[in-house]
């Protein structure tokens, strides 16, 4: 029940994000509670009077409501957790003021990127600027090419990090996948897992995937999303490439997100 609301608030949270806002700071005196269904107002009203709080407003038939405090202080974390323990309540968290987002990157070379007006990506990036789904989860992109450059500025912030490897021995498989110190990706092609030369993959990889706002090169559609980069010289190379995501996907379902990647 509360995945379901927290997904829910998130999408309450995008769309006046829609609007170019972000939570900014707290509204003084003010607690976002929802209950848990089946909860009936009289029961609401005992709730909110235990913890010292008053619903001023409801959202229709969704249990959802803003409350204010019925004293002078404003609401604390503590009370937050004790509001988030009662059996009744899904969720409770604090109401902010939204800040308006600054939409367009202070990338050097984006006065450059005609395609990203174009596409009208400024109006998206007031909406998202990419990087995770409503439910927080990190979204993953394979890009399969001839060769990248993985120190590259834009790139390095963005790559998916096999942390069993990374933290593993090298030139052990250290995750049994049948690729050894696939840290980043995987040369295909090559059989080993540094990549060829990346003046192709390089930006076709920073069109999806470069790092936005941060005074470096380019912006990517998506500034902050996670890239699994699998050089690739022939159809073969792709196949693999395809079932090398498609293993890592499967296994973050199979361990509900603990390993693995949710490849999209």
Known sequence: MKKRLSTCLGLLLSAAMLFGQLPGSIVDNQVIVALEKGTNARSATLTF???????IKEIPTQGIFLCRTTGSQNPTSTLIQQLQSHPSIQYAGFNHYLEERNVEPNDPLYANQWGMNLIQ??????????GL???GDTIVIGVLDSGFDIDHADLVDNLWTNWAEKNGIAGIDDDQNGYVDDVYGY???QNKPEHADGNHGNPVTGIL??????EEGVSGVNWSVKVVPMTVFTDFDIIEAYQYVQGLRDLYQSSEGAEGALVV
């Open 133 to 135: 789904t409503a439910d």
């Open 187 to 189: 040369n295909f092609a």
């Open 121 to 130: 990506a400024p109006r998206i990036w007031e909406f998202t600027t990419g």
């Open 49 to 55: 009077a235990e913890f010292g709080l008053m619903a």
């Open 209 to 214: 995937g470069a790092s936005g706002n941060n």
